[in-house]
């Protein structure tokens, strides 16, 4: 399961689980559906250099709204707050002993 979501100042906005790895459709979607409906002209989203995050049609949606697309060295995961949000969401999950999508 994968977990994508956006961290600004307010916090964790934005969310969405999908199963499995993230596909340039998937992610398209969501940004197209979830998180450029909730960005304001000026703000600034940093993406990983991942394949679908790199997408012209991703970087396209989010320009059309007025935010800035900026990409995140490739070599500093450690810099990025999104990815402690992240573990934290997923530890909690982890503590529920959940084995299946049901549970």
């Known amino acids: 399961m994968t977990l994508l979501g956006a961290l600004s100042l307010e916090g964790l906005t934005a969310s969405l689980t999908s199963e499995g ?13 979830i998180l450029c409906p909730g960005l304001r002209p000026g703000q600034v989203v940093m993406l990983d250099p991942l394949p679908p995050h790199t997408a012209d049609d991703v970087g ?3 320009e059309a709204v ?25 530890a909690a999950i982890r503590a529920q002993a959940a084995r299946t999508y049901a549970a």
């Open 60 to 62: 396209e949606a989010i």
């Open 21 to 33: 790895r993230t596909a340039t459709d998937v992610f398209l979607t969501y940004g197209q559906e």
């Open 66 to 90: 007025g935010a800035r697309l900026e990409s995140r060295p490739p070599d500093a995961p450690d810099c990025s707050p999104i990815e402690a949000c992240g573990s934290t969401v997923k």
